[in-house]
Nanobody, 119 residues
Framework: QVQLVESGGGLVQAGGSLRLSCAASRAIFSINAMGWYRQAPGKQRELAATITSGGITNYADSVKGRFTISRGSGKDISYLQMNSLKPEDTGVYYC?????????????WGQGTQVTVSS
């Protein structure tokens, strides 16, 4: 099994920046894609950004131009650079890894990190 741990969340004023990190408890042998999801209070979890093993990125329309996802190395799985933050970006941010064949296609989720953007 793999545990993912997110860090970097916190309280920031609107217009500010945060950088989220996702680390794994062990090296993940094959990864198809990794991503960040978020869940605002009272709302469903939604995609924020994903990146494939080939480096292809995908962003929710609401974060395009403001958020940047990148891959790490080893146990450092991915990062999410969040700029020009808005109050509507507030929520719990979750790291996810979609494992490849050597991980039997398993999907791993972190416990989440809280991001709060004040107006």
């Amino acid at each position: 099994q793999v545990q993912l741990v997110e860090s970097g969340g916190g309280l920031v004023q609107a217009g500010g920046s945060l950088r989220l990190s996702c680390a794994a408890s062990r090296a993940i042998f094959s990864i198809n894609a990794m991503g960040w999801y978020r869940q605002a209070p009272g709302k469903q979890r939604e995609l924020a950004a994903t990146i494939t093993s080939g480096g292809i990125t995908n962003y929710a329309d609401s974060v395009k131009g403001r958020f940047t996802i990148s891959r790490g190395s080893g146990k450092d799985i991915s990062y999410l650079q969040m700029n020009s933050l808005k109050p509507e970006d507030t929520g719990v941010y979750y790291c996810v890894v979609h494992g490849g064949p050597m991980e039997n296609g398993r999907e791993y989720w972190g416990q989440g990190t809280q991001v709060t953007v004040s107006s």
